[in-house]
């Protein structure tokens, strides 16, 4: 079921407001992928890191057109983009052979989330 739930948010496009709790749902998925690229990279698992970088890409693509169009936030924009940009450059470094960039890219992700998510996080 999460697994259907974080493929639907994924491949959804975001053309309306997310709800709070959408947008709730939606954190928790790149939480979860930026830990899951972390454990992949760590096991050497390069396939699997690729498709969970790509996967954060799209995720803050969207967050950052969200911050941008439905909820105008400069700040938090700027983060989605500069987590969009360690996402994309992870399985450029793996097809490089510097898997230690790309553990570097995925830290720095991982490191980024409370700069947003601190003051952006829906609460109940």
């Not at 739930?5 to 749902?25: C, D, K, N, S, Y």
């Not at 830990?35 to 950052?64: E, F, I, N, P, T």
């Not at 995925?106 to 829906?122: E, M, Q, S, T, V």
Request: proline share 5%; charged share 20%; net charge neutral.
């Amino acid at each position: 079921m999460k697994r259907l739930l974080l493929i639907v948010l994924m491949t959804a496009p975001l053309t309306q407001a997310a709800t709070r709790h959408e947008f709730g749902v939606w954190m928790r998925a790149i939480d979860h992928k930026s830990v899951s690229v972390q454990k992949h990279l760590a096991a050497g698992r390069s396939d699997a890191a690729v498709a969970d970088a790509q996967a954060l890409q799209k995720l803050y693509a969207d967050m950052a057109a969200y911050f941008e169009r439905d909820y105008p936030a400069a700040d938090a924009a700027a983060i989605s983009r500069d987590g969009e940009r360690h996402a994309a450059a992870i399985p450029a470094q793996l097809a490089q052979g510097d898997a230690a960039a790309a553990a570097q890219a995925a830290r720095a992700i991982a490191l980024a989330c409370n700069d947003c998510h601190d003051p952006y996080k829906p609460f109940p």
